[in-house]
């Protein structure tokens, strides 16, 4: 019926399920992004978009090249001072002018429409993949390709959006301008004539060879000197992510880092996580810094390069200066375009990091229901038997062993069962092994379908939303009507609730810890299960709310199995279980993935 209101998890300080490896190469990473596209709702209009850029694109490379003549046209007007014609050109360019802005904002436009929908299917597709069942309890024991992703899914998928059209938009252009000015350029190479012995002579070509020549240099040199800015981007996000969780920890802990006076101890953790994302932001700052020897450097010698080579035409009298412009215009166009990789490095750097995590986590979520070996796993079973029955059971923690007294028990519908374990004897395990979650160990558990069955851990879930919405979780509040609901609060004690179904609150802050539990055993009321599995889901109660919910569970809950560290010492419980410690773990055996076996192939 429900999902687990909570996510514990056993104690391990190791990361538990092993993935496959993962290729690092960005080709191999943007092939599979173009694979898990191709099905995707938005592609359609990607394509549409990604159709339309280009004839944009196009049409301003047209422009580009009648802006071009204009020049040549133009500079020859001035140095015959030719006013008539100097004003005819000049009328032009009013008209060059408004087509080339007319072109750039429908690029921009699409560019930004891009993003959009390649966030919306980035986004979509990783919560499709994170909110699978089971899959976002199982990515915190997957290490580093699932730490954070939060910030991967709503941060990182938002920059490489971003980062993919800005940088494909520009990488077209570039190559289209490639594409139009190399030809041109060619031809104008002509008139670039060096004068050897009274001759003019030309060299077919030669002012591409020159862009050519100085796009190579300062593309080398720009990775060369640029490369450690890939992986200083990844781990300055890393840095970044874990600060940032950590500051929410705090902001929602606040009241008991404030009752136990731990404010100094927090201002030290976060302290030394933020001291770590300024290291990392100086190293990307070291790398910055250095590259801008190159690119800057670069981009002041684009200034007087082609001008420079193109000069010895000039000078021997072959080309007028409306033809220099023209060269050093067509130069610069090429040059530009074969730069592209040199402009755009750092950019380029941090969207291959950007992919990089992005991809990481979903191979991590993918992986997740990829069956692994070599882990001895119990098997559960769902069926529709009327009872929970433990076949030659044992469970295995990460520090041990642990089980029943004897190695098969059965409890029948309508049975309300105890189950003891002391501290470390595995009981909150156990109850996530009834769930399903973790499934190391031998033996099988049947258990009745999961549409019958709640499970209530010993802090409630509670989703963001109204009051109306926490207590239907995980259905719509409109499943219930309001009579139904108002009869649940008051049979825990929250009739004073009853007026607030539709107030919108953090009800995990601005209920008592008793409040809220009382709030999860009114949601059972509401959803009367068949079966109720407990997690210490009493402890935080009273005498007086322990009895409340006692005459719930027996009205709403035919069978209920608890799972506690103190037993009840009253009639309720018909019997009651105990887990016993069989012995550790050798050490040297020490599982590295006590999680492999939480693979949700509980099959």
Sequence with gaps: MTAPEGRDRPESDEPVIPLPPIPRGTFANVRRVAKRMRGAPERRALVYLATTLVAVVVSNIFAQIWLN???????DALERRDWPGFMHQASRFLLIAGTLLALVVAQTWTTEMIKIHLRSWLTRTLLDEWLEPKRAWLLGFVGEAGANPDQRIHEDSRHLAELTADLGASLLQATLLLVSFIGVLWGLSEQVKFEVNGHLIGI????VWCALAFSIAGSALTWWVGRPMIDDNA???AREAELRFALVRVGESAEGITLYGGEVDERHTTGTLFDAVLVSMRRLADDLARLTWVTSGYGWLALVA????????????????????????????????????VDNFSRI???????KRIEALNEALISLDQPTGGVDRFEVVEDDSDGVRFEDFELTLPTGRTGFEVPTVEIAHGERVQIVGEMSAGKSTLFLAISGLWTRGQGIIRRPRR????????????????????????DA??????????????SVGLGRLAGDLAAVERWDRVLAAD???????????????????LDDALNVLGAAARRRVFAVLEAAAPSVISLTRSPEVDDFFHRSLTLVRRGRVDRRRRFVDPDDALHPSLR
């Design 69 to 75: 003549d204009w020049n040549g046209l133009f500079y």
């Design 204 to 207: 077919p070509g030669y002012m």
């Design 235 to 237: 781990a300055r996000y």
């Design 306 to 341: 082609p001008v420079m080579v193109a000069a010895p035409g000039y000078f021997s009298g072959a080309m007028s200066l409306g033809g220099l412009m023209m060269v050093v215009n067509s130069f610069n166009q090429v040059q530009s375009s074969l730069r592209w990789f």
């Design 349 to 355: 750097a941090d969207w291959r990091a950007t992919l």
């Design 451 to 474: 549409e019958r069955m709640m499970f209530l851990p010993e802090r409630p879930y509670f989703p963001l939303g109204s009051l109306a919405s926490a207590l239907a979780y995980p």
């Design 477 to 490: 509040p409109e499943r219930f009507g309001e009579a139904q609901m108002v009869d649940a609060l008051c």
């Design 515 to 533: 409040e809220q539990q009382m709030l999860a055993f009114a949601r059972l009321a509401l959803h009367k299960p068949e079966w109720v599995v």
